[in-house]
C-alpha cells in the first residue's frame, strides 16, 4: 500500500515537472509564434494580400493556443495542490522553503 501511494505521489511530481517544462514553453516559443502569425496576417491583409478570413482564421489560432497555456497552467496549478495537501502541517515550513529553492533561476 505505501509502495503504491509512492509511485502515485511520483507519478503527480514527474506530470507537475513536466506541466510546467511545457508552460514554460507555451510562453517562450508558442505564444509569442502565434502572436507573430497574427501580426503577419493583418500585415498581409492591409497589403491587399491576404483576405479577412485569413486574418480571423490566424486571430482565433492565437486565441486558442493562449487559452490551450491557460488551461496547462491551471492544470499545473491542480496538481500543485494536490502535492502541496500531501505534506503534513507540521513539514509545510520546510516544504515551502525547498519550493522556493526550485523556483529560483
Do not use: C, F
Not at 515537472?17 to 491583409?45: C, F, I, K, Q
Not at 493562449?66 to 500543485?80: G, K
Request: charged share 30%; glycine share 2%.
Amino acid at each position: 500500500m505505501l509502495r503504491t501511494h509512492t509511485a502515485e505521489v511520483r507519478a503527480m511530481i514527474a506530470e507537475w515537472e513536466n506541466d510546467r517544462e511545457r508552460s514554460v514553453r507555451y510562453r517562450r516559443e508558442l505564444l509569442p509564434l502565434a502572436t507573430e502569425r497574427t501580426h503577419a496576417t493583418m500585415g498581409a491583409y492591409r497589403g491587399a494580400k491576404a483576405s479577412i478570413t485569413d486574418v480571423l482564421i490566424a486571430r482565433r489560432n492565437e486565441i486558442d493556443v493562449r487559452l490551450q497555456a491557460l488551461q496547462l497552467e491551471m492544470d499545473t496549478a491542480r496538481l500543485w495542490a494536490q502535492l502541496n495537501y500531501l505534506v503534513p502541517d507540521d513539514a509545510s515550513d520546510a516544504h515551502v522553503s525547498i519550493d522556493a529553492k526550485k523556483e529560483r533561476p
